[in-house]
């Protein structure tokens, strides 16, 4: 079994489980080192190349995690819509 759950169902995805706090971590992180790692460089400072790039590592590291739960959630979402669209335009067409 994996660590990261790849495949999910609509019902599943609202859960808030180990991927969701993975990815609110790996957003802080990358969030930190990128602000922290942009300043160091527009100094000219090596290390904050290093941030900058570890930040960039940690934000690809957050769509890995959360993308795959976040596409399924999207597209019931998108369901929901359509159905909700053509039923308001059932009911326009009635009260034409």
């Known amino acids: ?12 995805a609202e859960e808030w489980t180990k991927e969701d706090w ?11 080192f990128l602000a922290v790692g942009l300043a160091l460089s527009l100094l000219l ?8 790039l570890l930040g960039i590592f940690f ?3 957050m769509y890995y995690v959360v993308d795959p739960k976040l596409k399924v959630m999207s597209s019931e979402y998108e369901a ?5 669209i053509s039923e308001v335009e059932k009911a326009q067409r009635w009260e034409e």
Do not use: D, H, N, V
């Open 1 to 12: 079994m994996a660590f990261l759950r790849r495949r999910w169902t609509p019902e599943a």
């Open 45 to 52: 400072m090596w290390k904050g190349y290093l941030l900058f």
């Open 59 to 61: 934000a690809l590291a």
């Open 80 to 84: 929901k819509q359509r159905k909700y």
């Open 22 to 32: 993975l990815a609110a971590i790996l957003a802080s992180l990358s969030y930190i």
